[in-house]
């Protein structure tokens, strides 16, 4: 059964840091491609960032970029998402998607683009 699983998420002061992990189970991880959402309440969700298969491709949305870093580990089968400097507008439920994605440098950029999804973790930006 195809799965992931974020985990990472907590309380950070503002200017701190968090690191997501993606931990994924039940496919062949390499020729998937991973993005990361967030969904502040009351708000739609929001794309952050992506990678592809290969990773070779990364993408950032404006707000996170220079400030998020996107990264994966094939051989254990886990994505990361390392943000630094947030800020309270970073403040969310971030999911991990992922979809199978055969050509390497494909980098989906929209949620319907993605066939499967973890369950969230928050984020919560606060001094």
């Known amino acids: 059964q195809l799965q992931v699983v974020e985990s990472g998420g907590g309380l950070v002061q503002p200017g701190g840091s968090l690191r997501l992990s993606c931990a994924a189970s039940?496919?062949?991880?390499?020729?998937?491609?991973i993005g990361w959402f967030r969904q502040a309440r009351g708000k739609e969700r929001e794309g952050v960032s992506c990678?592809?298969?290969?990773?070779?491709?990364?993408i950032y949305a404006d707000s996170v970029k220079s400030r998020f870093t996107i990264s994966r580990d094939n051989a254990n089968e886990t994505a990361y998402l390392q943000m630094n400097s947030l800020k309270p507008e970073d403040t969310a439920v971030y999911y991990c998607?992922?979809?199978?994605?055969?050509?390497?440098?494909?980098?989906?950029?929209?949620?319907?683009?993605?066939?499967?999804w973890g369950q969230g973790t928050q984020v919560t930006v606060s001094s």
């Open positions: 998607a992922t979809v199978l994605s055969l050509e390497g440098s494909s980098c989906p950029r929209l949620a319907a683009e993605y066939d499967y």
């Open positions: 039940g496919f062949a991880f390499d020729y998937y491609s």
């Open positions: 990678i592809s298969s290969s990773g070779s491709t990364t």
